[in-house]
T-cell receptor, first 114, second 112 residues
Framework: AQSVTQLDSQVPVFEEAPVELRCNYS??????LFWYVQYPNQGLQLLLK??????LVKGINGFEAEFNKSQTSFHLRKPSVHISDTAEYFC????????????FGSGTKLNVKP | NAGVTQTPKFRILKIGQSMTLQCTQD?????MYWYRQDPGMGLKLIYY???????DKGEVPNGYNVSRSTTEDFPLRLELAAPSQTSVYFC???????????FGDGTRLSIL
């Protein structure tokens, strides 16, 4: 089974600063990768996904992520954050050989300060 | 377009009571999932279904049951509620396994 590690439980950052949220997964087999965002008292919404092709993936709200197979990582980045980006972010992995199950990381709370 | 609808939004149960969390989707998705979210623990998969009549266990199935009689509905049943089942429960659906999951707004369940 996969395990997904988000090393940073909380990331404080000032508005307009860049941010990187880290995600590493355990298995080196072929995977699908996702980042979701959760605003307070809401369900999760998809930010971006990597299925195949270019390793740099662009998503909504100016976020992007880079798939690094050798390091089994899928870090999320944004060059300039806004107050409205304050939320919890979850990395998720789906094994190509175990199609039916998603594995989520424990989440990173991004706190954007004015 | 309603997407994934969960009811109820909040519920308080006494230990030993039973209840059913409802989930319905109007996107004609084959795959449906139930997760629980505990603080600092991310989401854990309870059960999933790949189509009507087909269900399987996830990571944390003990104490729960599911059924999938139609494509639209995927109810989650708690038979004997225990305090350890206090959590936020999310239902999700997707077209297939490599497509993003669409989430409901969650059910906040407290067992006292």
């Amino acid at each position: 089974a996969q395990s997904v590690t988000q090393l940073d439980s909380q990331v404080p950052v000032f508005e307009e600063a860049p941010v990187e949220l880290r995600c590493n997964y355990s298995s080196s087999v072929s995977v699908y990768l996702f980042w979701y965002v959760q605003y307070p008292n809401q369900g999760l919404q998809l930010l971006l996904k990597y299925l195949s092709g270019s390793t740099l993936v662009k998503g909504i709200n100016g976020f992007e992520a880079e798939f690094n197979k050798s390091q089994t990582s899928f870090h999320l980045r944004k060059p300039s954050v806004h107050i409205s980006d304050t939320a919890e972010y979850f990395c998720a992995v789906s094994d190509r050989d175990n199609f039916n199950k998603f594995y989520f990381g424990s989440g990173t709370k991004l706190n954007v300060k004015p | 377009n309603a997407g994934v609808t969960q009811t109820p939004k909040f519920r308080i149960l006494k230990i030993g009571q039973s209840m059913t969390l409802q989930c319905t989707q109007d996107m004609n998705h084959n795959y449906m999932y139930w997760y629980r979210q505990d603080p600092g623990m991310g989401l854990k998969l309870i059960y999933y279904s790949v189509g009507a009549g087909i269900t399987d266990k996830g990571e944390v199935p003990n104490g729960y049951n599911v059924s999938r009689s139609t494509t639209e509905d995927f109810p989650l049943r708690l038979e004997l509620a225990a305090p350890s089942q206090t959590s936020v429960y999310f239902c999700a659906s997707s077209w297939n396994s490599n497509q993003p999951q669409h989430f409901g707004d969650g059910t906040r369940l407290s067992i006292l």
